[in-house]
């Protein structure tokens, strides 16, 4: 099974439309983060978030909200889908432990904003 | 501002044929570089972590090296299941453990 799951993994949407980005992981992490994929662009941090209670702006939440409905949940939300939001979106978890941090990801979710 | 620069884009190799991709860095107080895989369609697969200049890890036929301005990976007579895109990443002591991303090298290794 999967540690870091992502929901759904594929989605078309129209400009203006809200639509939710889900992830869910399985390795007892507190850490967990969203970024974005371009091509060319490299991965890009939206939001992270340490634990329940603790959400932080990435380099480009402009655009997007989170919620981190638990320990093991965080979703990413597009409040008003526009096409430039088109891209491929990952969730991460990490844990630090003795000062050293790992980020896992999870297999991505495509997203096309029409 | 912390910069991540990777080289080449793409390279192209030979099964057999070694080579090196280049992470070139800049961070004001380095806590630890990343090395990460990852497969079309896929999510970055985790590979290596370096914390400090003269470190060098290594799995199967990968090694990272780094030193204080860069960091190289290693490719030891690679397969095709080698190919992938391989991404550097930084994290700068009081970032927060936020990491940059450099753009990644792009990695096609033909039978």
């Known amino acids: 099974d999967a540690d870091v799951t992502q929901t759904p993994r594929n989605r078309i949407t129209k400009t203006g439309k809200r639509i939710m980005l889900e992830c869910s992981q399985t390795?007892?992490?507190?850490?967990m983060y969203w970024y974005r994929q371009d091509p060319g662009l490299g991965l890009r941090l939206i939001y992270y978030s340490f634990d329940v209670k603790d959400i932080n702006k990435g380099e480009i939440s402009d655009g997007y909200s989170v919620s981190r409905q638990a320990q093991a949940k965080f979703s990413l939300s597009l409040e008003s889908a526009i096409p430039n939001q088109t891209a491929l979106y990952f969730c991460?978890?990490?844990?630090?432990?003795?000062?050293?941090?790992?980020?896992?990801f999870g297999p991505g979710t495509r997203l096309l904003v029409l | 501002e912390d910069q991540v620069t990777q080289s080449p884009e793409a390279l192209r190799l030979q099964e057999g044929e070694s080579s090196s991709l280049n992470c070139s860095y800049t961070v004001s107080g380095l806590r630890g570089l990343f090395w990460y895989r990852q497969d079309p369609g896929k999510g970055p697969e985790f590979l290596f972590t370096l914390y400090s200049a003269g470190e060098e890890k290594e799995k199967e036929r990968l090694k990272a090296t780094l030193t204080k301005k860069e960091s190289f990976l290693h490719i030891t007579a690679p397969k095709p299941e080698d190919s992938a895109t391989y991404l550097c990443a930084v994290d700068r002591a009081g970032s927060n453990y936020k990491l940059t991303f450099g753009k990644g090298t792009l990695l096609t290794v033909n039978p």
């Open positions: 991460a978890t990490s844990d630090l432990y003795q000062g050293e941090e790992t980020q896992y």
């Open positions: 390795k007892g992490h507190d850490r």
